[in-house]
């Protein structure tokens, strides 16, 4: 007669659970949820929600470039572990980076790069800030997120890890002093070499002067540059031109000591003249100095060259089709170019103005 | 729970409590971590510091900026600007300084003595660039004769290359079938070192690294560089870099005269494993250091602790300076790593490191992309109490003799159930297409047995016996319960030798 109680006992102990769990099944079912860790030591979510008590099969899935692991911590205990995981020091590896002690509720081992894994665990049945960090060496310090324990059905259910939104764009003063032009950035842009100077100048006048080529590639009128993505430290990012090109050299380069070749270059630097850079270079060994401010009524730029050892005529080369307006401040203009004596060659100036911006300033 | 038992629990957790502040606070006497006010609107990432004669420190951030900073009156002022991702410097007086920049190596001077400088002369831009985001470039280290010396990361394979590129481009420096892994060189120069002489002309000097954020000198004109872990980098290396040798990586063997026609990513791995120059000293990855930076030697002289002429070497992984203890083995060196400082307020993303002329100890940090760590400039001050530490591991014939800045407490030094030692090798090798880049599996791991343990020196010096040394493995001790003499705890109990050759009697 006992043991049947007990059996009864045991029988109705079974079915209450049974039902308990048809219950849950059939009124909320398992709860999903799924994180991914990405590209800058980061989750996807920054929070997500569970009920007390609430089954929860947890996805976790590496689409960033390391590994990763994902630890549940009970609340407060986020530090702790993440200082525990690093003492691990020789065992780390075979651990997964993952410390044995209390305050480590569930976890996920390290996932390489592409993998996932899924979990099943019944949520805390006490309600709390239960935090969730990667215990990889070096990421704990910024890589977490919060799962809420909580019966509040109103709060965000999840909250995405916006960088967007959590980190704002370069600010308008990236720097510890004023950007007030003429400045300069070493850049990689669009349309000339990785080793290119961009330039702003007053009149919302900017150029870019390839020090790959030593030659002015191309000038635009407007804002100067977006430096967001070379300073995030993006993939294959470069400075975006906040403007309208309106000038474009074609020529094979500009100036010539012998005429006819190719003439073989070789950049020296720059020194800041009233915080203008005058570049230095060499054009077929002899020294050539470049100095670049924009014209006062803001359609053009005017370019004022130095050869102090010219000893030989000189010839300075224009596109043959922009829409550009030559003033040259000494020399002989003849289809295209530019004959100087070497007398006129030590210091002379080429004033270059816009049509296009010209034309648009009298509208 | 029975009363008595919780009262044994809680002397349990006490005891346990008592037992991690000390060893934590081990250092404490000895080391102080202080944080340097940065300018405000300045991010520091730090790319590189340096101490100028005078005093002043010099450093360079990621957006371009170099500023000085007078530690006397802690004023911060603007030197340059506009430079791109420079990371690396070098104070050549108290108006001049070179930098090394993505397009150039820039020697920055203030002509007219107002504190900014005027002339941005280009030092040398002989080498390519892709315009791969990860091209970055390290630097210079002088050696004793004034010669710089640079070294040029290869590109990522996380990123693709610009349609205009400066240098010759040649594409057997890339691998096109199953490249994805595989860091790149398709401009001059990727993943060399050079050299700059004094008459301005650069010199291609070693070739094979990967990721080589970190360039510099010991006291005896001894170029040591470390590489970052991943394709071919089974775990980050320091390297005792001579010149003409080739240190692992192949993607650089393109710019060497009898490859330039070959695909290095999938020549005979004996053959560039017969022409590799192994590491003098290897982190294991996540255990010792994931991601080293510069090594810098103790000049101090003992002004900075009782580690004169070690090198220290930045983690950008995680909050610690590591320390490299070096050695000679039948004419190669080989050595110990063994975190140096843990914690103690020293942050994450140490990248760049200086003496201060009063004997502390500079630390650049950077956060930068994805790489974790906090963006500043923090310094370390040694106080004067030597640490309780291993000064010294060195190979014998028969084991190892780890010497002791202080003499040790003899009963639990001489037994050698506290000496655990496990040994295990990395494995030079392509990276699997579908192993993560970060992976770095150990290899033939086991345990090493200590047979004894014999004191000697006054209680400084341990002697330790193992049988069946074996060469090309990673010994990894960790120390038990061994105290000073006078019952102060051991600030590290973890030190990695790297064991390239054994010791035999003809090598002593």
Redesign the interface.
Known sequence: MIVDLKRLQTLLFVLCIISLQCKRNNSNGPVSISIKAL???KFDKVRFNVKPGSKVSLTFENV????HNMVITSPGAREKVV?AG?QL??K??EMN?IPAMDEVLWSIPVL???QSKSINFVAPSETGVYPYVCT????G???FGEMHVTMDEDSAQEEKNDSAANKPKISE?????PLTPP??????ID?????S?AVALPNQISYCWD??TCSLRFAWKGDFLD?SD?????????AKILGDIFFTDNTAFPIRLNPGSNPGVK??????VDRY?EFHYQVDGVDVYELITSKADSLGLVREFRIPNANKPVWYYVNADDAMKYEFSAGAFDKNKLKLSAAEAKKFTVTMTSYHLAYKMKD | MKASSKILLLMFLVLLISFSITAQHAHDASYSVETIETPKGLTAQTGGIDFMPDGRLVACFMRGEVMTYNPATKQWKLFARGLSYPLGILAVNNTEVVVMQTPNLVRLKDTNNDGEADAYENETSDFGISGNYHEFNYGPARDKDGNLYIALNCASSGGGIRSIVRGELNTNGREGMDGRRQMFSVVPYRGWVLQLTRDGKLHPFASGFRSPNGIGFDLNNNLFVTDNQSDWVPTSSLYHVRKDKFYGHPASLVWRKEWKDRDPFNAPLEELDRIRTRAAVLFPQGIMASSPSQPIADVTNGKFGPFAGQLFIGEINRDRIVRVMLEKVDGEFQGACVPFLDGHGLRAGNNRLAFAPDGSLWVGQISFGGWPGTSGIQRIVYKGAPPMDIQKMSLTTTGFDLTFTQPVEQTSAADVKNYKIRAYRYEYKKKDINEGIDVANQFDVHDVNVTSSKISEGGKKISLQIQNLKPGFIYELTLGDIKSNDGGPIANRLICYTLNKLRTLNNQ
């Open positions: 590209d800058g030591l960033s470039d390391m590994p200082s690093l020091e020789g780390g590896p980076f390489s790069p592409g990889y060496p070096g990421h310090f910024t890589m003063n990236p720097h510890p002093y400045y300069l950035y070493h850049v990689f349309g000339a070499t990785p080793a100077i020090a790959g430096m070379i300073w995030e430290g993006h993939f294959d990012a470069s950049y020296k630097g720059y020194r800041l850079p």
